[in-house]
């Protein structure tokens, strides 16, 4: 089952079954994030109905980075991430996460590598996004925020889905998966000062009052 509904103007979420558990977005002629590689009709049938002409990740984890190489080769579009991913995106340097369980589990879910045909840097942009480099959950991990409305794409900086009991809300990635803990703190507090009025995110519904954001940045006392 796929869905893809409208979020924000020419912004469309992507995701399957289960609601919400891995997200890609539409954003304008980029599609960013490619899901898993198990995600095949999903994102295929979203950039039917709604042409891209571009792939950007907001990082290269395996659930991100799927279906990157499947859509830039059917479409002939080109890959964008940002250059600290790089090596991992073209199979140059291994995947590591700070768990070897989490890595072997993860790799189920990774796609092929690829050549990467635009690398992002800080400043640049996707469309009418603004690349802005936040590291570490991957150390070219970014959010793409959009400044006219300040709608902010942010990977998984956090997640608002609970993996296990399906409950909507905030979370940090499990250490495990990041590559630096309290960096990612870091860059969920850049996020935080951007001021977002929506915050798409990898895993779980977007979020609608980033208000949140700062309650539990409180929280973990950042």
């Known amino acids: 089952m796929m869905t893809i509904r409208l979020v924000a103007e020419d912004v469309w979420q992507v995701y399957g079954v289960p609601a919400h558990a891995i997200n890609a977005y539409i954003a304008g002629e980029a599609l960013i994030d490619a899901m898993t590689r ?6 295929m049938e979203a950039v039917r109905r ?9 990082h290269c984890h395996p659930d991100h ?6 859509v830039c080769r059917s479409l002939g579009i080109p890959l964008a991430c940002h250059q600290q991913d790089v090596a991992w995106m073209e199979g140059t340097a291994p995947v590591t996460f700070r768990s070897r369980a989490v890595t072997r589990f993860q790799y189920a879910f990774a ?5 990467v045909d635009r690398v992002l840097r800080d ?3 996707i469309g009418d996004f603004r690349v802005i480099h936040a590291p570490g959950h991957t150390p070219g991990s970014v959010i ?3 400044d006219s409305d300040r709608l902010a794409i942010a990977g998984d900086i956090v997640s608002n889905l609970n993996p296990y009991s399906r409950r ?16 990612n703190r870091r860059s969920l507090r850049a996020l ?18 980033p208000r949140k954001l700062e309650e539990f940045a409180l929280q973990l006392g950042i």
């Open 168 to 183: 909507v809300r905030l979370a940090e990635p499990p250490a495990g998966y990041s590559t630096d803990p309290e960096e």
């Open 111 to 115: 796609g092929p590598t690829r050549r």
């Open 144 to 146: 793409y925020f959009r």
């Open 123 to 125: 400043g640049d942009m």
């Open 65 to 70: 980075q799927g279906m990157a190489d499947r």
């Open 192 to 209: 935080i000062q951007l001021n977002p009025s929506l915050v798409c995110l990898g895993h779980g519904p977007p979020l609608r009052d």
């Open 38 to 43: 198990w995600a095949q009709r999903v994102v």
């Open 50 to 58: 709604h042409p891209v002409t571009s792939v950007a990740l907001t």
